[in-house]
T-cell receptor, first 115, second 111 residues
Framework: GAVVSQHPSWVICKSGTSVKIECRSL??????MFWYRQFPKQSLMLMAT?????????EQGVEKDKFLINHASLTLSTLTVTSAHPEDSSFYIC???????????FGPGTRLTVT | DAKTTQPPSMDCAEGRAANLPCNHS???????VYWYRQIHSQGPQYIIH???NNETNEMASLIITEDRKSSTLILPHATLRDTAVYYC????????????FGGGTRVLVKP
């Protein structure tokens, strides 16, 4: 149980285009989902916290108009990187908290390359 | 959230127990100790968590000192597939609380 999926697993896009990444909790309902970014040889950095049905809370330094987060249901959250640039190339990882528990379960990650 | 200190790297022999230390001297009374690991190019994997009592599951054991200022994650019989970065994190037990990842310990299991 407690499986989180992400789609796509990797994506290459051209500079200036937008990319949407999906995060799904497959066998549980997640009140809260988190989005992280990880650059090579670095640790995970939290970008935003997403609660179902409400606006996401972004960490300091993360542009909310560039990284659009939608959490429309208890099993799906999406991250859209708008007007992507090469410096947005990174490993994007989501996680979800079980409503009645506290552990966070992570997705497999999405590797974004912007050319 | 309280911060944690972990050694940046350690090697261990396949089949032997791996003991991963973590210092969290400023931990608050309502904060739990969580351990996650990240195998290369994958999302982190939850391992175990505890408050003050020692905990054991199918993956590992967690030993927390009586003063709660440090803990040790024990992988009883390390395998090559346990090679990963291991993160020790402290946070209150609530679904909404975010995880703050530090540098972790890069564990290399050698044959």
């Amino acid at each position: 149980g407690a499986v989180v999926s992400q789609h796509p697993s990797w994506v290459i896009c051209k500079s200036g285009t937008s990319v949407k990444i999906e995060c799904r909790s497959l066998d549980f309902q997640a009140t809260t989902m988190f989005w992280y970014r990880q650059f090579p040889k670095q640790s995970l950095m939290l970008m935003a916290t997403s609660n179902e049905g409400s606006k996401a809370t972004y960490e300091q330094g993360v542009e909310k108009d560039k990284f659009l987060i939608n959490h429309a249901s208890l099993t799906l959250s999406t991250l859209t990187v708008t007007s992507a640039h090469p410096e947005d190339s990174s490993f994007y990882i989501c996680s979800a908290s079980i409503t009645s528990g506290n552990e966070q379960y992570f997705g497999p990650g999405t590797r974004l390359t912007v050319t | 959230d309280a911060k944690t200190t972990q050694p940046p790297s350690m090697d261990c022999a396949e089949g032997r127990a791996a003991n991963l230390p973590c210092n969290h001297s400023t931990i608050s009374g309502n904060e739990y100790v969580y351990w996650y690991r990240q195998i290369h190019s994958q999302g982190p994997q939850y391992i175990i968590h505890g408050l003050k009592n020692n905990e054991t599951n199918e993956m590992a054991s967690l030993i927390i000192t009586e003063d709660r200022k440090s803990s040790t994650l024990i992988l009883p019989h390390a395998t090559l597939r346990d090679t990963a970065v291991y993160y020790c994190i402290v946070k209150p037990k609530a679904a909404g609380n975010k995880l703050t990842f530090g540098g972790g310990t890069r564990v290399l299991v050698k044959p």
